[in-house]
């Protein structure tokens, strides 16, 4: 209860924060609000998407459209509900007419996904589309890799040391500067040396010396509202998240 408390204070001082910094104006100029996250804040499971839709600016929470719908319909399938896990997304405000994010917006936003991460130390990270997989898994494509648990050192986002390290220290203009140079770098040496498989890598998820994601990717629920083969894909990927997390939680 204790963690679950002070977390939540993080979260909100991180969101603060976002809104003190007036990332993305030309985003929140047209927004109706932030959609910063939604659920447990010590939960197991983050879920990252790319960027609030219409209902979701409306309602100031991820994934409350059809796509929501969907994704409460694949938790449950695991036994699960939105009260379970944690849900954000990249960017925190709904781009206009729902075009995808652009490059620059997706970099200002990327340092306090990074930072609800660090603070919320999930076991395992689920992205949903191939938007939001390519900022935590850059070089990847998620028809290849939908369904497969990848261990990522920490230290490739900027995040090395504490979990909350890159939470507290920083200005936002230097934050966005190491994201830049890191995300090239993380790019660089994924493509030469591949992310582990889950279960290839010693050490648990939380270790502090050598600190690291494990990462889903799977297709975002929206794809699969116009693709039933898709949506059967989806489901027969998130009936693996139970053995992927008793593996993390023993690797």
């Not at 660090?118 to 494509?141: E, N, W, Y």
């Not at 200005?171 to 994201?179: E, K, Y």
């Amino acid at each position: 209860m204790e963690r679950r408390k002070n977390n939540q204070l993080q979260l909100n001082a991180i969101q603060d924060a976002l809104l003190a910094e007036n990332v993305s104006p030309h985003l929140a100029d047209q927004a109706t609000q932030v959609v910063f996250g939604d659920g447990d804040p010590t939960a197991e499971m983050v879920f990252v998407g790319e960027a609030p839709g219409k209902k979701e600016d409306e309602q100031g929470i991820p994934f409350v459209g059809a796509a929501g719908k969907l994704l409460g319909q694949l938790l449950e399938s695991i036994g699960l509900t939105r009260k379970d896990v944690y849900i954000t997304n990249i960017v925190k405000y709904r781009p206009p007419n729902n075009r995808d994010p652009l490059p620059n917006e997706v970099q200002a936003f990327l340092p306090y996904l990074r930072r609800q991460i660090a603070v919320i130390q999930p076991t395992l990270i689920v992205t949903l589309g191939r938007h939001s997989m390519d900022c935590l898994l850059p070089g990847f494509k998620i028809s290849h890799v939908h369904g497969q648990p990848q261990r990522i050192p920490v230290k490739h986002f900027g995040l090395a040391g504490s979990p909350g390290a890159d939470g507290v220290q920083g200005s936002n203009d230097n934050r966005a500067n190491r994201t830049n140079g890191t995300k090239s770098e993380a790019r660089n040496q994924l493509t030469q040396q591949p992310a582990a498989k889950l279960g290839s890598a010693s050490g648990s998820a939380r270790r502090q010396d050598e600190l690291t994601w494990v990462i889903l990717p799977l297709y975002h629920p929206a794809a699969a509202l116009y693709n039933g083969g898709l949506r059967n894909t989806l489901f027969e990927d998130f009936s693996k998240i139970p053995n992927i997390l008793s593996t993390a939680h023993t690797a």
